[in-house]
């Protein structure tokens, strides 16, 4: 199993705008994280700081693993971009694999699962742009599962979904969780940030409170 992943004095800003300011977190192997807080208060910063999409402007990050996924809040594929869900569920295995690695037998086992965790299957040979706002959240959300990352990011994994695709999202972060995998999650839900084991608040770039919640207490 992989080590904690830590943070340490994090600040970051946006050209003049600070978006975060003195931020000392960690994540373990096998818990769920949730980030809450209101628009603007630096969530998508801190999963973006964690994927390596954007570097601090101090402070440390440490025990960020080689293999990390980052599903974003909103896809920027266009609708009309003529991409089967499983050519976009493939990337994540390109992602794991590299780029000029043709997929394997195991590969493609691994890209069907996934699919299928996410009730995406019968989907595989349909376009983006043909796709519900759940399915295309889904079908993202299997990108993220079959690149089998250590540590797993989730931006607003709930925004306009339906409850089907509420309770697959929920089943797959468990199993991730039962893994061993790292996950966090940015999210407004308050329901789903109580089954987390962990709540970070932020506010306006600042830490608010930490809060383990019972059962990582009990574990």
């Excluded at 468990?174 to 089954?195: C, D, F, L, P, Y």
Aim: with cysteine.
């Amino acid at each position: 199993m992989h080590e904690p992943v830590h943070l340490t004095g994090i600040c970051h800003r946006y050209g003049r705008l600070p978006s975060l300011n003195g931020i000392n977190l960690e994540f373990h192997p096998g818990t769920v994280t949730a980030l809450v807080g209101g628009n603007g208060s630096g969530k998508s910063t801190l999963l973006g700081l964690l994927a390596g999409t954007l570097r601090p402007t101090s402070g440390v990050i440490s025990g960020v693993p080689t293999n990390t996924a980052l599903v974003p809040q909103h896809s920027t594929v266009p609708d009309l971009f003529p991409v089967t869900v499983r050519r976009t569920v493939s990337m994540g295995r390109w992602r794991a694999r590299g780029l000029m690695r043709s997929l394997s037998r195991s590969d493609r086992g691994i890209v069907d699962q996934a699919m299928s965790c996410m009730g995406i299957a019968d989907l595989a040979d349909r376009t983006l742009g043909d796709l519900s706002g759940g399915q295309r959240q889904r079908t993202f959300i299997a990108q993220g599962l079959a690149q089998q990352a250590d540590l797993l990011l989730l931006d607003e994994p709930l925004a306009a979904v339906d409850s089907t695709t509420v309770l697959m999202i929920d089943q797959a972060i468990r199993a991730e969780k039962a893994s061993g995998t790292t996950v966090v999650i940015a999210t407004h839900h308050w329901e789903q940030a109580n089954t987390a084991d962990q709540v970070i608040v932020l506010d306006r770039g600042q830490l608010a409170t930490t809060t383990l919640t019972e059962q990582q207490e009990l574990a």
